[in-house]
């Protein structure tokens, strides 16, 4: 992209053992980078030699340990995320976070490029904000509730005041919020999108970097007809470096889309947003710059 430097940044723990579609992940950024830097965890299953394969010489791999010590609320996610961007060179505009469970659409790159370039010489606009799509339990749900967050930012500007926050969902300066602008383009999120064995084990491990303690789950496999408060059928499509993934699916849920389950302050929240558009009490972590508050939910 003439006169604009990107480089992509993520990082990743044992991506192969829990199914994360992490090579999915980093190809469907590449084309929007001169460089990606992979901050790769003291990992066992072989992660960093399928990022290897792809022998792409834009990659960086960085390797990692992770601070044990730092599992309460997800922060060594954020750790982690912080130790890849503070590795990004100055000579780069504009750094594109992506996480391992995260694939960017092929039709969204010009709208991407064309948002960087226009704000580039803006330097009041210290972010880009994505609109998001969450899949779960196949490729064809999605859920629009309000327990998925419906926006995030995920290109900032390459300054290094800012730092991931919380559970590296988004990222503040100085402990105050980003402002943003939209940009129309989606994340495609897959993060529960996995065979039911491996679901479950992945939600064992993340609880361990929650709560802290090691969780020996009784239960095998994650019950996807059971753990959803409202979802519906996903009529898009489906980014090009998923389509492998996608057809080698081994796995079949009967979820009723129509089926709602949610205690009655949320239900009343969510009827309240269906009949007016309105989602009430909504968190942000992020400023919307004045004049640039179109965005779809």
Not at 96 to 124: C, F, G, T
Not at 151 to 164: A, G, Y
Not at 205 to 219: C, D, L, M, T
Request: glycine residues 6%; neutral net charge; proline residues 3%.
């Amino acid at each position: 992209m003439e006169n604009i430097k990107v480089c992509g940044f993520t990082f990743v723990k044992n991506a192969v053992s829990l199914d994360f579609p992490l090579i999915e992940s980093i190809l469907s950024a590449l084309p929007l980078c001169q460089k990606f830097i992979v901050v790769v965890g003291d990992s066992n299953d072989g992660t960093r030699e399928l990022i290897e394969k792809l022998n792409a010489p834009e990659i960086e791999i960085i390797d990692s340990e992770w601070d044990e010590s730092q599992k309460s609320g997800g922060r060594v996610y954020a750790l982690e995320t912080d130790k890849a961007f503070q590795s990004i060179g100055s000579e780069y505009d504009w750094c594109l976070y992506i996480q391992a469970d995260e694939v960017l659409h092929e039709e969204d790159y010009p709208k991407i490029q064309e948002a960087m370039k226009k704000w580039q010489h803006h330097p009041d606009v210290e972010g880009l904000l994505f609109r998001y799509h969450h899949f779960y339990g196949s490729y064809d749900y999605v859920g629009y509730t309000r327990k998925w967050y419906r926006n995030e930012i995920r290109i900032i500007r390459n300054d290094k005041t800012i730092q991931s926050y919380r559970d590296a969902q988004g990222f503040r300066k100085q402990g105050r919020k980003l402002i943003v602008v939209p940009v129309d383009a989606a994340v495609y999120h897959y993060g529960w999108v996995r065979p039911p064995v491996i679901m479950q084990q992945k939600c064992d491990v993340v609880k361990k970097y929650y709560s802290g303690e090691v969780i020996e789950s009784k239960v095998l496999e994650f019950n996807y007809e059971q753990n959803f408060d409202a979802l519906k059928r996903f009529g898009g499509t489906h980014p090009g470096t998923m389509k492998k993934r996608i057809a080698a699916r081994n796995w079949e849920i009967d979820i009723d889309p129509a089926m709602i389950k949610m205690k009655l302050k949320y239900w009343l929240l969510f009827h309240f947003e269906k009949k007016f558009g309105i989602r009430l009490f909504e968190y942000k972590n992020y400023v919307i710059k004045s004049g640039d508050n179109k965005i779809s939910g």
